[in-house]
């Protein structure tokens, strides 16, 4: 079975430009987690959707940020303008469904904002 | 504030031996409680999980909880080199909410 799916692997841009990272859930998982890790701070939860739809948004660090999922398979993470603060990998991970199930995370995205 | 707190290591440990990594957290409305596994480079890969008080076992790896003291081991026993990672504690609190909170993980090097 394929898990969950994360492009690009890598990205490096310098700032200012727009960065999109993309994710694709295991299929039939409901829940859909976009998680940041940096060494300072280890991995925090940006955002996450139920069912398509946004939950707790509470962890997105500034309006810089912002996150979609139009579908059940897909969903995207941009920051618009990009700073170098923002480098760190970006992991997705899904769930079955809401609450104790345990998260299955993709093999991240590694951003450098130069 | 909810936190998860580990031991940032690193925890030396002679191959054969058994590795004991601890986690305390902060919010005691927390319900379930996950191990993961993370090799330099890679993602977080799931281990164990565990929801009530007690110990659960699956294979060299035991999970023990104790919610009235708001601590979570993971024992592994036998411990091969394979096994040096860092170990992350994530804690899924109650009320609804969905995400989970990790610690900073705990860098366990294996000996051989």
Known sequence: DAGVIQSPRHEVTEMGQEVTLRCKPISGHNSLFWYRQTMMRGLELLIYFNNNVPIDDSGMPEDRFSAKMPNASFSTLKIQPSEPRDSAVYFCASSLRAGAQPQHFGDGTRLSIL | ?112
């Open chain 2, 1 to 112: 504030q909810k936190e998860v707190e580990q031991n940032s290591g690193p925890l030396s440990v002679p191959e054969g031996a058994i590795a004991s990594l601890n986690c305390t957290y902060s919010d005691r409305g927390s319900q379930s409680f996950f191990w993961y596994r993370q090799y330099s480079g890679k993602s977080p890969e799931l281990i164990m999980f565990i929801y009530s008080n007690g110990d659960k076992e699956d294979g060299r790896f035991t999970a023990q909880l104790n919610k009235a003291s708001q601590y979570v081991s993971l024992l592994i026993r036998d411990s091969q080199p394979s096994d040096s990672a860092t170990y992350l504690c994530a804690v899924l609190s109650g009320g609804g909410a969905d995400g989970l909170t990790f610690g900073k993980g705990t860098h366990l090097i294996i000996q051989p």
